[in-house]
């Protein structure tokens, strides 16, 4: 009973287990294709090292020297100015005939003794100079117009007709207040309009407006010098 109950198991194993590939030798046909397969490969392995040698590369022309440049560039602008002018350009060299002088009307000739003498002579002189005498002419100085009549004091005649300096007394001035005279000298725009109405108003004998403390008959400080030294006074 026992042996045939192990008989039973093993055969169970036997039909649950996979089939085993055969493994015996291949077919011709199969070795042959493995054969070259393996004698010619597809892509070299990344680490295999090439023995097949590299030729240098050859580098880039070297850099032309700054005359050489500069050589090239005038060549090329003496081509394009030859091609242009339809002339070819002169070279420089002392052997060169000097460059022909052109006569040109705009410049005088008046400091060139040998060009006068050619163009000119004594006569031309004289008639010339005639000409220019009978063109003068002198204008003869004329009186200075009036002026209109006005009934304003002249200042310029008062500084000439007086001959006391800035600040001498002459003229009494009693009860003169400073205080006044600096109130109201400070209305008038300048001393010149001062002294007119100073004259206007009475002066230089009186100061009603107390325009002259000092008595020299100029009001606000005044000054008739410049007057009298512009006629020589």
């Given at each position: 009973m026992r042996s045939i109950l192990?008989?039973?198991v093993a055969a169970t194993v036997a039909a649950c287990s996979p089939p085993v590939p055969d493994?015996?030798?291949?077919?011709?046909?199969?070795?042959?294709?493995?054969?070259?397969?393996?004698?010619?490969?597809?892509?070299?392995?990344?680490y295999a090292i090439s023995e097949e040698s590299i030729a240098p590369t050859p580098l880039a022309s070297a850099q032309t020297s700054p005359n050489a440049d500069i050589?090239?560039?005038?060549?090329?602008?003496?081509?394009?100015?030859?091609?242009?002018?339809?002339?070819?350009?002169?070279?420089?060299?002392?052997?060169?005939?000097?460059?022909?002088?052109?006569?040109?009307?705009?410049?005088?000739?008046?400091?060139?003794?040998?060009?006068?003498?050619?163009?000119?002579?004594?006569?031309?002189?004289a008639?010339?100079?005639?000409?220019?005498?009978?063109?003068?002419?002198?204008?003869?100085?004329?009186e200075l117009p009036s002026r209109s009549a006005s009934t304003q004091p002249n200042v310029v005649a008062y500084a000439l007709q007086t001959s006391n300096p800035k600040g001498t007394r002459v003229y009494n001035r009693a009860g003169a207040s400073q205080s006044k005279f600096q109130r109201n000298c400070a209305k008038y725009a300048s001393p010149d309009l001062a002294q007119v109405d100073f004259l206007n108003a009475g002066g230089p004998q009186r100061d009603r407006k107390g325009l002259d403390p000092d008595g020299d008959g100029y009001a606000c400080g005044w000054d008739p010098a410049p007057f009298r030294a512009a006629v020589g006074n």
């Open positions: 192990a008989v039973i493994s015996g030798p291949a077919s011709r046909e199969e070795q042959r294709a493995r054969d070259a397969a393996l004698a010619n490969p597809g892509l070299p392995s990344p050589a090239a560039e005038t060549t090329a602008a003496l081509a394009a100015t030859s091609a242009n002018s339809g002339v070819p350009p002169l070279e420089a060299s002392p052997s060169n005939p000097p460059p022909a002088i052109l006569s040109n009307p705009g410049i005088s000739s008046e400091n060139d003794f040998a060009a006068v003498s050619a163009e000119q002579t004594i006569e031309s002189d008639e010339r100079l005639a000409q220019n005498r009978a063109q003068y002419e002198v204008i003869q100085p004329t």
